[in-house]
């Protein structure tokens, strides 16, 4: 049996506190070890999923011209490809072909569509390839004119300087979120329960960090689903009375919609927020819209929207363009929604047959 080494009188010894010292060092670096292999497979998420690994970075550029954020020419991420026009979906000519029908979108996030697999999956080249296969001695192309963060007046901005040179046949209108989410937060303004109009920026970190970023959006959701569930700081109104600015808006929008082509149509906004919902879905269906709005409450949400949608309704009548109604059509789940109002691939298919259904009788008269 071995002997134990006894420890000379001055042979030195851990401290207890060097001893919780390195314990302190060890528990940090294997911290920063789960943050790294955290932050690398979030990285390598983004890339599968989106093809890229800072969206906003990589895929948009400002147009010194107009001022407005626009998608890069000629990307290919894998799952999204723009033209070397900057729109996402395929080539098309500048000079439209003698016989084309050309449709054009408006829109913002969800006619984008960068939640969607691929460009084929977006609603607007399923409308186009809809209408094609209802019309197959027209010829069809189309422009999906829509920016994520966009909102109407930065659609007509994108109408006016981008798109009008097309010579667009049909122009299809899908805005709601953006623009109420500015009405509601000058109401919240107003009302003290913000301090800003504008959507507080996040903090530095979020800019170098996808772990950063998602953590403090998760927090920020999770905060204003507990106000949300509390009632406390939540915005109390008429919301049948908001949308004023909004009508303003889209009515200006459609006009110049109309001195641009033959055939222009809105369409009324889905989202997942359904007003039978139990309340612990409506709350999960709110999730996204909350982190703009998070003085809001679902119903509040699903009353402001119902709103918005009368105000397009009424604007399409009193300009006599095509209504594309029944947003209710695209059901209000996680099958068919990633989040509040972006749209999943069965998502996307379902509003693209509403859109196409709406178009239908508008195109057949048109172009006989």
Same mark, same amino acid.
């Given at each position: 049996?071995?002997?134990? +080494?006894?420890?000379?009188?001055?042979?030195?010894?851990?401290?207890?506190?060097?001893?919780?010292?390195?314990?302190?060092?060890?528990?940090?670096?294997?911290?920063?070890?789960?943050?790294?292999?955290?932050? +690398?497979?979030?990285?390598?998420?983004?890339?599968?999923?989106?093809?890229?690994?800072?969206?906003?970075?990589?895929?948009?550029?400002?147009?010194?011209?107009?001022?407005?954020?626009?998608?890069?020419?000629?990307?290919?991420? %894998?799952?999204?490809?723009?033209?070397?026009?900057?729109?996402?979906?395929?080539?098309?000519? &500048?000079?439209?072909?003698?016989?084309?029908?050309?449709?054009?979108?408006?829109?913002?996030?969800?006619?984008?569509?960068?939640?969607?697999?691929?460009?084929?999956?977006?609603?607007?080249?399923?409308?186009?390839?809809?209408?094609?296969?209802?019309?197959?001695?027209?010829?069809?192309?189309?422009? =999906?004119?829509?920016?994520? %963060?966009?909102?109407?007046?930065?659609?007509?901005?994108?109408?006016?300087?981008?798109?009008?040179?097309?010579?667009?046949?049909?122009?299809?209108?899908?805005?709601?979120?953006?623009?109420?989410?500015?009405?509601?937060?000058?109401?919240?303004?107003?009302?003290?329960?913000?301090?800003?109009?504008?959507?507080?920026?996040?903090?530095?970190?979020?800019?170098?960090?996808?772990?950063?970023?998602?953590?403090?959006? =998760?927090?920020?959701?999770?905060?204003?689903?507990?106000?949300?569930?509390?009632?406390?700081?939540?915005?109390?109104? *008429?919301?049948?009375?908001? &949308?004023?600015?909004?009508?303003?808006?889209?009515?200006?929008?459609?006009?110049?919609?109309?001195?641009?082509?033959?055939?222009?149509?809105?369409?009324?906004?889905?989202?997942?927020?359904?007003?039978?919902?139990?309340?612990?879905?409506?709350?999960?269906?709110?999730?996204?819209?909350?982190?703009?709005?998070?003085?809001?409450?679902?119903?509040?949400?699903?009353?402001?929207?119902?709103?918005? =949608?009368?105000?397009?309704?009424?604007?399409?009548? %009193?300009?006599?363009?095509?209504?594309?109604?029944?947003?209710?059509?695209?059901?209000? *789940?996680?099958?068919?929604?990633?989040?509040?109002?972006?749209?999943?691939?069965?998502?996307?298919?379902?509003?693209?047959?509403?859109?196409?259904?709406?178009?239908?009788?508008?195109?057949?008269?048109?172009?006989?």
């Amino acid at each position: 049996m071995a002997t134990p +080494v006894a420890r000379s009188p001055g042979e030195p010894r851990l401290s207890e506190r060097a001893k919780w010292l390195l314990l302190a060092l060890v528990t940090l670096g294997l911290l920063a070890a789960l943050v790294v292999v955290a932050e +690398v497979g979030l990285r390598v998420r983004q890339q599968l999923r989106y093809g890229i690994q800072q969206p906003a970075e990589q895929v948009y550029e400002t147009d010194a011209r107009i001022g407005l954020r626009v998608p890069k020419a000629n990307l290919d991420t %894998g799952r999204i490809q723009t033209n070397s026009l900057g729109f996402r979906g395929p080539e098309i000519s &500048g000079d439209k072909p003698a016989g084309a029908i050309r449709l054009a979108f408006l829109g913002a996030s969800t006619t984008w569509c960068a939640e969607v697999s691929s460009n084929a999956a977006v609603w607007t080249e399923r409308v186009a390839a809809q209408l094609a296969s209802d019309f197959p001695n027209r010829r069809f192309d189309f422009v =999906n004119g829509g920016v994520p %963060g966009y909102t109407l007046r930065s659609s007509l901005l994108n109408l006016e300087h981008r798109i009008a040179s097309l010579a667009p046949d049909v122009i299809v209108i899908y805005h709601a979120t953006n623009d109420l989410s500015g009405e509601l937060r000058e109401l919240a303004l107003a009302a003290g329960l913000i301090s800003e109009a504008r959507v507080g920026a996040q903090f530095w970190p979020s800019r170098y960090s996808l772990l950063w970023d998602l953590a403090e959006k =998760n927090i920020r959701i999770a905060l204003a689903r507990r106000r949300a569930e509390s009632g406390a700081g939540v915005l109390r109104a *008429d919301f049948s009375r908001i &949308g004023e600015p909004f009508r303003g808006a889209l009515t200006d929008l459609v006009r110049a919609a109309k001195a641009k082509a033959g055939i222009v149509a809105v369409a009324t906004f889905s989202t997942r927020m359904r007003a039978q919902q139990p309340p612990d879905e409506k709350l999960r269906a709110a999730s996204s819209a909350l982190y703009y709005v998070p003085f809001m409450d679902p119903d509040g949400l699903i009353a402001a929207f119902a709103r918005y =949608n009368q105000i397009i309704r009424e604007v399409a009548r %009193g300009e006599s363009i095509i209504l594309i109604d029944g947003e209710d059509d695209v059901p209000g *789940d996680a099958a068919h929604f990633t989040d509040s109002v972006h749209f999943t691939d069965a998502g996307s298919a379902a509003m693209a047959r509403r859109v196409a259904a709406g178009l239908h009788a508008g195109v057949a008269r048109a172009f006989r």
